[in-house]
Every structure is written in C-alpha cells, then in structure tokens.
C-alpha cells in the first residue's frame, strides 16, 4: 500500500517564493503542499497506511476463511495471476465478463455493455437484483436466473403444471418462432388478432395458428421468411384497419427481405 503527498516547497523556491507563518501547534499546517513534509507527518502517514493495510488483510482474511498470516505472505505488494490467485485461494474461480455481470447481479441492480458498444450507444434498464442489457446490434444467447430456496417438489409440479397449460394453449407441435407481438396496454395481441377473424389466415405456406392466434407457424416447412414477414404485415394492418391498435413486433427480423 503506498501514499504520496505533493510538496511544491522546492519549485517555489526555485520561484523565490518562500512560505512562512506561526503554529499554534507541533502539526499545524503539516499538509501544507507549499512546505516540505515534517518527520512527524511523515510517521503519521505511515501509521495510516499500517493501520489501513492491516484492515485489508482482516477482510481478506475473513472473506476467504484464511488465518491473516497466511494472506500477509501472499499479499505484501504481490501481483498474482488469476490461475495463481485460484491456486492460492484468493478467488472462487475464473471467468469471463459474461460471468463477472452474472455474479454482480447478485448483489442488486447491475448495468452491462455489450463488448461493441458504447456507453452511449447502448440503451439499458435497470432492474433491481438484475441484468438487463438493450442495444440495437444483440441477440440473447444465454440468461442467468437466481431463485429463492423453496419446496424442490412443489416447485416440479408447478413447473409440469404450466408446461402441459403452454402445450394445450401453444402450437409447439409445428415450427414458429414464439409470440410475434407484445401485448397492447390492456389487451391482448391474441385477442385482437382473433377478433379481426384472422386465425388460420395464410400465405404461401405461413399461417396464423388455429391454436393461438399470437403466432405464426410453418406447418409444411415451405414457408419462406419472406412470406412469415408478409402475413406479420398483413395482421398488423388488418388489426389497426378494425381496431386502430398498432400491434409492435416482439420478435425482431434481421437482414434485408428478399
């Protein structure tokens, strides 16, 4: 652990300029950058930095279950590796900054930027006790989820439960690609869609489902993405022709139509 103190008392001598005055104590004016350092600030300091560095090993120590001895011979100054670190018990294990995001939202709310944006470009919320990263260019690979303890089997059923409810209600038998538009305020996207009497509508090959009326399957796997893309378009006009809703894509289309 180090500490500096600027001292300008030699520069402005070289100026002539010269710094006096009257103390009514031995440390008055100590930290003065206009003075050389005293020998009595500087021994203050170095009991700070003492006192600092010991706190530092304590912490250490507690948080890694480890005697302070035992972190005084790994730290004093000491820059390790991170496979060293791992090695010496001073980190859990390694990873990446997918992993570092992951872990801080633990700890409450965590704000991450994609590697190719900038702090700028990126549009981002904050949920607290999550992650929640928005930029123009992504795409979700992967999603870390955090739960709290609870009954292991209850849990089981619940999950069968709503899984045989989204296999009753969903096309997951036939090719799609999930809900194609957001929920307005207050309604349904589903709802609306039906209502303009759209289910089972199709063009070349892509048809809205006769299950829910929220996506957009392939059945015969003929469909182009050109066609998945004109009958979006058409369910979007028909529903704001009869409703003056304008649904909102959720799923994003990527690359020029062809």
């Keep these: 652990m180090l500490s500096a103190f600027p001292s300008f008392a030699r520069s402005l001598g070289e100026l002539g300029i010269r710094n006096d005055g009257v103390a009514t104590t031995r440390s008055a004016g100590g930290l003065d950058?206009?003075?050389?350092?005293?020998?009595?600030?500087?021994?203050?300091?170095?009991?700070?930095?003492?006192?600092?560095?010991?706190?530092?090993?304590?912490?250490?120590?507690?948080?890694?279950?480890?005697?302070?001895?035992?972190?005084?011979?790994?730290?004093?100054?000491?820059v390790w590796t991170g496979a060293q670190a791992a090695a010496n018990g001073l980190v859990d294990h390694l990873g990446n900054l997918v992993d570092a995001v992951a872990a801080a939202a633990w700890f409450g709310p965590a704000l991450a930027?994609?590697?190719?944006?900038?702090?700028?470009?990126?549009?981002?919320?904050?949920?607290?006790?999550?992650?929640?990263?928005?930029?123009?260019?992504?795409?979700?690979?992967?999603a870390w989820?955090?739960?709290?303890?609870?009954?292991?089997?209850?849990?089981?059923?619940?999950?069968?439960?709503?899984?045989?409810?989204?296999?009753?209600?969903?096309?997951?038998?036939?090719?799609?690609?999930?809900?194609?538009?957001?929920?307005?305020?207050?309604?349904h996207a589903a709802r609306l869609i039906e209502a303009a009497g759209l289910k089972g509508m199709e063009i070349e090959g892509a048809r809205v489902s006769e299950k829910h009326a929220n996506f957009v399957v392939n059945p015969d796997g003929k469909a182009t993405a050109g066609a998945i893309e004109s009958l979006i378009g058409?369910?979007?006009?028909?529903?704001?022709?009869?409703?003056?809703?304008?649904?909102?894509?959720?799923?994003?289309?990527?690359?020029?139509?062809?």
Excluded: C, W
């Design 145 to 187: 989820l955090r739960f709290l303890p609870g009954d292991g089997a209850a849990a089981r059923a619940r999950i069968k439960e709503l899984l045989e409810k989204r296999s009753a209600t969903q096309p997951l038998a036939l090719p799609n690609a999930g809900s194609v538009f957001r929920n307005p305020p207050g309604d």
């Design 113 to 142: 930027f994609h590697p190719s944006s900038t702090a700028q470009e990126t549009l981002a919320e904050q949920l607290p006790g999550d992650v929640r990263v928005v930029t123009t260019d992504e795409i979700f690979a992967a």
């Design 234 to 258: 058409r369910i979007q006009a028909e529903v704001r022709e009869k409703f003056g809703v304008e649904l909102v894509r959720e799923v994003r289309i990527l690359g020029a139509r062809a």
């Design 33 to 78: 950058p206009a003075r050389e350092l005293s020998p009595q600030m500087r021994k203050v300091m170095e009991l700070a930095n003492t006192r600092t560095y010991r706190r530092f090993l304590e912490i250490v120590a507690e948080g890694r279950g480890m005697p302070v001895e035992r972190v005084a011979e790994l730290a004093e100054g000491r």
